[in-house]
Nanobody, 114 residues
Framework: VQLQASGGGLVQPGGSLRLSCSASGDIASLNVFHWYRHASGKPRELVARVTSYGSTHYADSVKGRFTISRDNSKNTVYLQMNSLEPEDTAVYYC?????????WGQGTLVTVSS
């Protein structure tokens, strides 16, 4: 299984970005996609997750601003990030949990700065 993340970049405070992560390989229908982020000097943080049934969970810091979604036909997860703040600056990683195994994407850098 391989994950390919994309969509990061430089954005001004208040702006939006949409991250994508596509999975390829032998992927069971029962799975959970996650987005994590790792900011310099801080521990890695779970941002959001979505199950194959569509159940979602968000970190308190992004509730109301970020939306996680998935396209099961494409094995792809998205993270729509609105009202971005400088504190959202980090490398964002997608993760896929299958039964008995986990896989990480390569990370995509999001920089929120004026």
């Amino acid at each position: 299984v391989q994950l390919q993340a994309s969509g990061g970049g430089l954005v001004q405070p208040g702006g939006s970005l949409r991250l994508s992560c596509s999975a390829s390989g032998d992927i069971a229908s029962l799975n959970v996609f996650h987005w994590y982020r790792h900011a310099s000097g801080k521990p890695r943080e779970l941002v959001a997750r979505v199950t194959s049934y569509g159940s979602t969970h968000y970190a308190d810091s992004v509730k109301g601003r970020f939306t996680i979604s998935r396209d099961n036909s494409k094995n792809t997860v998205y993270l729509q990030m609105n009202s971005l703040e400088p504190e959202d600056t980090a490398v964002y990683y997608c993760k896929l949990d299958l039964i008995g195994s986990s896989y990480w994407g390569q990370g995509t850098l999001v920089t929120v700065s004026s």
